[in-house]
């Protein structure tokens, strides 16, 4: 069987079993698309087809490329990986470390170590979200502090819930990443992603303003109310954010993020331009947390995010800003594969080893339920039986 068969037979299966209403997927090599495919429909409320350019709400797949544009200011050294980071942003110097809560409300302190970029990009920094940490939730309650959604720049301005280095939780590190960029850079993230990395790549879909004729392919995002899904009606944005959020808040086509990575398994080069250096992909793609390891993640929003966890059982660390599985996955990706997902169901993964990179996109909540997370496997098997038959 060929590759787009066995994955048209893969997610027409799930859109018939409602697993998901629609979704586009792509495999990349080194080479190009070696299969594009869009299935089921943007909108269940009027019913419009996934299209190639169907335009997503990528979320935490912004992470990635914030990454690689910081990366690009460390090889250009106006950035360094550990360097205090509060020597550039001085609130970083001042940000406490939350030890709890008494009768009075939050205990803060100093951390005993100070905030590096390489901890923002590997979410060893001790920033957290709240809707995965309870201490972090609970301050964020007694503080009254705007919520991440807001869009204003208050919103990341929230204690460590650990001392940098000490483990690694998932957080909002990328967010200061992106404003450590800016201010290094003197141009908003942005402007920088813009000119350094989707123009070069040909990312013409790419942006944190969702253009016009980008709105007339946007696909809206779904929950699940009672084994049914339902669109949420896309209401316009009303303010602009007052921050570029490096953590989230790209808007993407599959067949650009296919062109990002794609320039990833080249090297840091595409179609003759070359955005990063070999020796800084590498560097991006090997372990940066030492021992630690990516623990499972329990959530207290059940409305937006399931408890979760990739690849359970296989050991996985974290490059800049990439989760490493340490093991091969049994009849999937190799040892050393680079991934990572968004909020509504986006999920990539890049395998050097074999050569090959692939995105399952949907726009669905909440994010990682177990009919997802099957599907997601299933379609990575899937894959690699059909290139290995």
Known sequence: MDLDQAIDDCITQAIDDEVIPGAVTAVVDRDGLMSIRSHGVRSETNRDRMTDDTVFQIASMTKPITAAACMQAVEREILELDQPAGQILPWLDEVQVLDGFDKSGPILRAPKKPVTLRNLLTHTSGFSYAIWNSEIAEWTKQSDIPNLGSGKLESIHQPLAFDPGDRWEYGIGLDWAGQLLEAVSGRSLAQWMTTEIFSPLAMTDTAYECRPDMKKRRADTHVLSDGQWKALASGSQTKQPEFNSGGGGLFSTTLDYAKFIQMLLRGGELTGQRVLSPQTISLMSANSIGDLRVSPVT?????????????????????????????????????????????????????????????????TLPFMIPQVADLLEQFERVIYATMTS
């Not at 800003?321 to 990539?348: D, I, K, M, P, Y």
């Open 299 to 363: 959530s207290l929003d059940n409305n937006l995010s399931a408890n979760f966890e990739f690849m359970p059982g296989t050991a996985k660390s974290w490059g800049l800003s990439f989760q490493l599985n340490e093991e091969a996955v049994e009849g999937g990706r190799g040892v050393g594969s680079l991934s990572w997902a968004g909020l509504c169901n986006t999920h990539f993964w890049v395998d050097p080893k074999s050569g090959l990179g692939a995105l399952l996109m949907t726009q």
